[in-house]
């Protein structure tokens, strides 16, 4: 996306923004102004827990891993069960905020990006439900490799259009959602993902996923009766990472820690740049250029990352670690095994970390481990890569 103008505003330190267009600087204004005025709105929030709880199942368990944390000795291990969200991972809850403040704009029509599917999947339940128009774009590349999603969505009532351009990948259909937003936006409401793009959105997201840790951390208080020394999440776009962080950012003692695959670690090898509209950091080749990702798992194949996390990187106040394939794949039986929770591949990354760093520490100490998602929908792809 060209840089036409910046915003002030939607700063996170020298991250985020907001560059684009001036047509659609306009369109993400009043999504802000909207989204500043509903935020704290009654009804709204009455709504909104009305279908988290309905809908999606909420409040999600702060399960205590006993036998993992048994075989592996040192602090409590705790799971943030995301993976039991109708849906089946935590996006559901960045959705049902989204679609009713959609609803509120008088959108009819909603469109969105998906790399695995993911996202692409929660929307489309959404619009369902609430009888919109729904449209996704997805990486040709990635409507080949996860084609049963593309079938969900469609049985879903979506329209699926595969985007040719670039690698044919999450990139590239965020590309093409922005597109299609400049064009129709009187009557279309898009519906970000993850914790990314230009202002209002990293904003927004994270206010629909700190949900997350509103939850666990009365559930900590409750069990343990004192904080976390640690959280622990996968960082793709970073929206449950940032939704598991929001309530222990003003606690200091509470260690934040996010996990990125070693072949898309922006945090770690990335530098600042600009990517989507907004400011962080990106993966460049040599000319420049956002790099091509390869991970294990889809959902965290994303050049760039959330600007708090660039923030709360370069300010100390989060940590952010890498782990290979081979660790994912051990950490994804080794759960399975120990707890009977299939995680996803990409909750996998947190807990690989997990399976090093809580022998490290004190049997009076906890940690929290986010479970983004169920293992489900990987399941024959690790039985391929482990036959
Ligand atoms: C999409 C997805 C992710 C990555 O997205 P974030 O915005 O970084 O949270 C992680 N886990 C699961 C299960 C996902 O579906």
Do not use: W
């Not at 039986?333 to 120990?338: P, R, V, Y």
């Amino acid at each position: 996306m060209s840089t036409a103008q910046s915003a002030t505003q939607g700063y996170f330190g020298q991250f985020g923004g907001s560059f684009v267009p001036e047509e659609l600087q306009n369109v993400l204004a009043i999504l802000d102004e909207n989204f500043q005025k509903y935020k704290n709105d009654e009804a709204f929030n009455k709504e909104l827990h009305y279908y988290f709880e309905e809908y999606v199942g909420r409040k999600s368990p702060l399960y205590f891993a006993e036998n993992l944390t048994s075989r592996l000795g040192g602090a409590k291990i705790y799971l943030k069960r995301e993976d039991l969200n109708h849906t089946g991972s935590h996006k559901i809850n960045n959705v049902l905020g989204q679609i009713l403040l959609a609803k509120r704009m008088g959108a009819k029509r909603v469109i969105a990006e998906t790399g695995a599917g993911q996202h692409g999947v929660a929307t489309a339940t959404a619009c369902a439900m609430f009888g919109m128009d729904c449209t996704i774009y997805m990486g040709l590349e990635d409507t080949k490799r996860q084609a049963l999603n593309v079938f969900r969505m469609e049985l879903l009532g979506a329209k699926v259009i595969a985007v040719a351009e670039g690698q044919g990948r999450l990139k590239d259909a965020v590309d093409a959602a922005f597109a299609d937003l400049v064009t129709n936006y009187e009557n279309t409401f898009y519906l970000l993902g993850s914790a990314v793009g230009p202002h209002p959105f990293p904003q927004m997201v994270k206010h629909f996923q700190q949900i997350i840790s509103q939850e666990s951390r009365e559930q900590i208080l409750e069990k343990e009766g004192k904080l976390p020394t640690a959280v622990i999440a996968c960082i793709g776009g970073g929206s449950n990472a940032i939704g598991s962080f929001a309530n222990y950012i003003e606690d200091k003692e509470v260690r934040l820690i996010g996990v990125e695959p070693e072949q898309a670690a922006s945090l770690n090898e990335g530098v600042p740049a600009e990517l989507h509209g907004f400011r962080c950091h990106v993966l460049l080749d040599a000319d420049g250029n956002p790099k091509p990702t390869y991970s294990i798992a889809a959902g965290l194949d994303y050049p760039g990352c959330g600007p708090e996390h660039s923030f709360l990187q370069e300010s100390g106040r989060a940590e952010y670690v890498t782990i290979s394939n081979d660790e994912v794949l051990e950490a994804f039986q080794l759960l399975s095994k120990e707890e009977g929770i299939i995680p996803a591949l990409e909750s996998a990354h947190a807990v690989a970390y997990a399976l090093k760093f809580a022998p490290t520490l004190n049997p009076d100490e906890s940690i929290i481990i986010n479970i983004s998602g169920r293992g489900d929908k990987d399941v024959e792809q690790v039985f391929a890569m482990l036959k």
